[in-house]
Every structure is written in structure tokens, then in C-alpha cells.
């Protein structure tokens, strides 16, 4: 047919050495990471995209806001501990929580394979509403595609949100400063571990449910007691590690943490064993990453603590003051490696 | 395995009748209306769902601020006069735009089905990109999630979009009066046709090319000018027909036009004959219908038909009193006949 391609730009991606999109392009890991900093910022240039945050601020009529999207695809729909649309409503608000806004308003657009039991779409619905209205948000438009048997994979979901900040202070990546303290607000790698026991059909002892949750509460609770607060992260695919990672390149100063002091629960730590995954690799969806500076650490944690999203919060570590954007962990026997993002050809579709 | 359904409301959508998602369920027609009535509506059930309207308007801090999303899944994804990366940007600008706004920003979330070549992900971002500009707004935030060959279908972007209401009038289906103008923004059918022609292999003596483009300019010039505009709706999934029964609907009154009147390139006419559409039923991408009190008529189509992509604005026909809130055609012969909107199976993936 007739198709003319029209004038393209030089792409700064390495397309010679990944032809194709891969599924770890996705995964959260190194791949997704040079996929997005190599080709979709540049394609789309511009000052917002280039501070790496999870929600995007800008200022209208004296306003500071909060935008950001996110596309949910995982599977299976239905898990321990949630759904794919009580995810798609907590990804969302915790992304605009990340940037300290205040979650206002989402929208839904639903991507549905035929075939699917409308049944499961109505409760999926019905998640997300309760979702959004525990988290005090309203999803105010939306849209609904179908797309024939095969071409889709149940029910996609993409939820995009806004929020209004209004502290004066920025709450970003580039706020982190040399020797501030590293929080984690509860235990790692729930997330993942739930998704992946049902998908390998694993029983443990106990279940493992996910920690899917919304967190503008917990932030909220920290600025309104004045607590200095300098980033926050959600923990999300790639998990901690990722997280990390992003944050020590976009800030320029090292990250130092101590295996010890991760919150793994015992059952977590036995399926990843099993499974040969890294519990500081495995996504969350109710976890995040909080700097502080050392004076806020008591206070940050013990607000936390009585929330009951953050109540296993603890201090795993700090930013370094020179050196390269690293981050380091020093093992359990006292020794010190670099901790690598992960390629993310480990758990595809988590979320 | 483990899941137990937790309460789920009552589903006013007649789950007996369609136990699962047809492809149908998102053409646009009266299927798609159905379950976007009785299923999603109610499911998140607020006011600013239930006006029915493209862009979804909130106050913020004294600002009318509108909010909207789509996904678009169209079918090859470069066809003539555009490709999904345009469509994507130029379908939420108009939606913004119907709602009297402004717009301002843009997300993208992209869903990438493994095994996609970088160099079409690339000329779909470049394409994005230049429509943005073209638009005259900003691609602030963004997500990619890639699933697994089979799972998806090349690429699907949704993009959410935020404008300002700078003008105190409601643009909104609540505000069409009886005797309203009709108006159409130019020819019909081009778009879906387009993307027809390109599936079925045929060749016309002439391309016919898509009509996407964006319509914020056009929009704003009657609003500029001051020009009265009651209700303005983009034309797409299901065409002027499915358009004007949702107004009807929406805004109570019957709504009267004439087939002599309306607007069809002598191709896409011959194209719909030969595959059997119906050019009032088929998806544009840049076209829309404003309704404006008679007095103002004249001035609107002055307006319009000085910019290049409204040049062949024309009146259809006018709101009437009484009676069901129903389409009525009057046909070339002079016959009357109630124009109803499609199922909605015909034009699968359209947009």
C-alpha cells in the first residue's frame, strides 16, 4: 500500500541491537530503563519527562498539579490480595503520592479481548470503584476498546490521574541530598511472589498476598506533620533494586544499603528461593522508598508506624556523598557489592 | 485457586444477554452505548460521568480544568493520511476540544506486543510527537508495558489529555436547545474508509486519505470570536449516526437532518457502496458536529470555512421541539425515516 514513511528524526536508541521490542523491555529492569531514557524521552523531548518522576507537575493559574498514566497488564486478573483493577486504581494514586500531590481524579481506559465473561469485567469495575473510593479519588472519564480474540489478553487497563501539590517544597528525584536517610515503608516482594506462586501453582503454608495498596495516606500523614521529605518512590516492577538504581543515577549521589535491614517475610524469602528470584528484584504495589534527612528519620518512621500500610517501615540505608551513582549493598557478612538493575526478563506482566 | 469474589453490587447491564464481551461492545453502536450505560456509568457512578460528554470538567482553585482519555487499537497502524501515533494525539486533543477547552497536556501509555519492530515504535513516537506540536501540546507523562507475542497487537496507545475551559458557557449536550443549527465540520467517512480500503485491498482510482487532524484551532476561533456554541462532539466510532442519537439522547430533544445535505466525497461514497456501509455510519477522525442558535450560523460557517481543515463546514439540519429524542432523516426523495444508530459490529477497530 501506499505509505510513504514521513521524515523521522535520528533515533538514539541502539535499534541495530535490539531489532525488536523484547518482553524485559517491560519488565522494569535495565532494558525498560535504556528503551525509555533512549528512545521515548527523546521522541517526546521536554523538560517533564526528563526529571524521571512518577507523576509529571506544572503549574496552571498559580496551581501546582500532578499528572501521570500507567497501563495495567497483569496476569492472571484475579489474585491473593487484589485484582487488576484495584491495582490499576493503586498504581495510579501512588504514582501522583510520589510526587506529594494530593490524588484527585483518575481516568480508565479499558482495552477488552472479545470473549471475556462480562461478568469478570463488572468485577473488575466494582474493584476499582471501591478502590478509588477507599483512596478518595473519582474517576471521572473513560473510555472501552475492544479488540478481537486473540489480539488482547482479557482486560487491559490504563488509568491516568491528577492530583494538586500543595506543599512549596519539590518532592522529586532531584531533591535527594548526601546523607539522607533511606526508608522502605513495609516488606518486599509481596507483590510479585503472590502473582508468581499462582501462576507456578505453588502452595505455601500460608498465603501469599499482595501488598497492593494506595499510599497517599502514609505521605499525606508526613507533610502534614512538616515533616521534611526530599523523594519519595513506589516500589514497582524491578523492585527495590530498580528503584534505587533510577534514583542514584537521576540524583548523581551513590545509595548505600544494608542486606540485614531489608524487610523480607520468611515466606517471601522461601519463594523466591524456590523460584531463583532476588526478593530486592521482585515488584511491590503498596511499598515505597522514602529520603529524609537524618534529623526526620525518628519522626518519619514512627508516623509511619501507625498507619497500617507502613506500619513495618524501617531505615535500610543512606545517600553517599561522593562517587559514582551507585547503589551498594553491604552484605550480611560485612561485605560491600554494587547492586545491578536487573535486565527484567524475570517476571514479565507483573503488573 | 484462592479467590474468594468479594461483594460485588448488583450489575444493572443484562449480564443473561451477553455473558461475554463482543467485539461489537466497542464499535461505537448501540452495543457499545449499552454497555457503556448500563455497565461502566453506573459501575463508577458520579456526576460527571453520568453528563455524557467527551472531556470531563472539574474546578480547581477557581479554574475550570477538562480531563479525558482514549485508547486507540486502529488497524493497520499506518494508513493513509495517518498512523496510530497521530490518531492517538489528535483523538484526546479533539476530545479536550469538544468540551470548549483548551488543551494543554498529554499522556502516553503504551502496551507493546513482543516481537514489534523498534523501528515502528520509533516512526509512532515521531509521529506523536510531531502531531503534538502541531497541536500545541506537551507529552508530559508516559508508561510502556510490553506482553507477550499473542497477547496484544503490534502496538496500543492510550493517551489522557488535561485542557483549560477558559470561557464561562458550558459546552455540553445539556446545553442543545430546540432550534439549534446543525452543523458539520466537513466531509464524512473518510477516516473509516480509509483504513477499509487499506484492509481489504482495494485500490481506488484516488487514495482516499484519513481525515484525522486536530480541531482545537477551528474550535477556538468560533470561541474567539465570541460565537454562541451550544454542544460540540467529534465524529468517530459509529459515525454522524451514533454522534447524533447520543446527543439526542443525552440533551432530550429530536433532532431533524436532511440527506441531500450532507457532505460525502464521491469516492468514499463509491467505496461505502461497494462494501457495504453506510457513509453516515462510518468513523471520521477529523470532523465534528456543533450546534449553535440560528442567529449564529452564518458567522460560525464564515469562520470555519477559512480554516483549512473546517473548509467544508456545512448545516445539516436543526434541533426540534418535541417528540422523542430521536434522529429524523429526511431523505434526498423528501421521505422521513428515524435514523438509528448501528450495532456496531461493522467497523471493528476503527480508532
Redesign the interface.
Known amino acids: 500500500?501506499?505509505?510513504p514513511?514521513?521524515f523521522?528524526?535520528a533515533?538514539p536508541?541502539p535499534?541495530e541491537n535490539?531489532?525488536?521490542?523484547?518482553?524485559?523491555?517491560?519488565?522494569g529492569g535495565r532494558l525498560?530503563h535504556q528503551?525509555?531514557q533512549r528512545?521515548?524521552v527523546p521522541?517526546?523531548?521536554?523538560p517533564?519527562?526528563e526529571q524521571q518522576h512518577d507523576?509529571?507537575i506544572?503549574e496552571?493559574?498559580?496551581?501546582r498539579?500532578a499528572?501521570?498514566?500507567?497501563?495495567?497488564?497483569v496476569r492472571p486478573m484475579?489474585?491473593?490480595g487484589g485484582d487488576l483493577g484495584s491495582l490499576a486504581v493503586h498504581g495510579t494514586v501512588n504514582d501522583l503520592a510520589m510526587a506529594g500531590a494530593r490524588p484527585?481524579?483518575l481516568?480508565?481506559?479499558?482495552?477488552?479481548?472479545?470473549?471475556?465473561?462480562?461478568?469478570s469485567?463488572?468485577?473488575i469495575?466494582?474493584?476499582?470503584?471501591?478502590a478509588?473510593t477507599a483512596a478518595g479519588v473519582?474517576?471521572?472519564?473513560?473510555?472501552?476498546?475492544?479488540?478481537?480474540r486473540?489480539?488482547?489478553?482479557g482486560i487491559?487497563i490504563?488509568t491516568?490521574g491528577?492530583g494538586?501539590v500543595e506543599q512549596t517544597v519539590s518532592i522529586a528525584p532531584a531533591s535527594i541530598k548526601p546523607g539522607d536517610a533511606v526508608l522502605v515503608s513495609g516488606d518486599l516482594g509481596r507483590h510479585g511472589m503472590a502473582i508468581m506462586a499462582?501462576r507456578e501453582g505453588l502452595e505455601f503454608e500460608s498465603?501469599i498476598e499482595s501488598d497492593s495498596a494506595p499510599l497517599a495516606g502514609p505521605v499525606r500523614a508526613l507533610l502534614d506533620a512538616g515533616v521534611e521529605v526530599h523523594c519519595l518512590r513506589d516500589i514497582t516492577r524491578g523492585g527495590l533494586t530498580s528503584v534505587l538504581n533510577e534514583l542514584a543515577e537521576a540524583s548523581g549521589f551513590p545509595i548505600h544499603v544494608e542486606e540485614a535491614r531489608m524487610p523480607v517475610r520468611e515466606d517471601v524469602r522461601v519463594a523466591c528461593e524456590i523460584l531463583g528470584f532476588d526478593p530486592l528484584q521482585v515488584a511491590c504495589e503498596g511499598r515505597m522508598v522514602g529520603f529524609v534527612p537524618e534529623p526526620e528519620v525518628e519522626r518519619a518512621l514512627k508516623i509511619w508506624s501507625g498507619i497500617e500500610v507502613t506500619a513495618g517501615a524501617v531505615r535500610i540505608g543512606e545517600v553517599g556523598q561522593g562517587g559514582a551513582p551507585r547503589v551498594i549493598l553491604k552484605s550480611t557478612i560485612g561485605a560491600q557489592r554494587i547492586l545491578d538493575m536487573g535486565s527484567g526478563e524475570q517476571l514479565?506482566?507483573i503488573c
Chains 1, 2 share one sequence.
Open positions: 500500500m501506499s505509505d514513511a514521513p523521522e528524526p533515533c536508541f535499534i535490539y531489532p525488536q521490542v523484547l518482553l524485559a523491555h517491560g519488565g525498560m528503551l525509555i528512545m521515548i521522541a517526546f523531548k521536554n517533564w519527562l507523576a509529571s506544572f496552571l493559574g498559580g496551581q498539579l499528572f501521570t498514566t500507567d497501563s495495567y497488564v484475579f489474585f491473593p484527585l481524579y481516568s480508565a481506559g479499558l482495552i477488552i479481548e472479545e470473549g471475556v465473561a462480562m461478568e469485567l463488572w468485577r469495575l466494582a474493584s476499582m470503584q471501591r478509588a473519582q474517576i471521572i472519564t473513560g473510555d472501552t476498546k475492544v479488540v478481537d486473540g489480539k488482547g489478553d487491559f490504563n491516568a491528577i494538586v499462582v498465603s514479565p506482566r
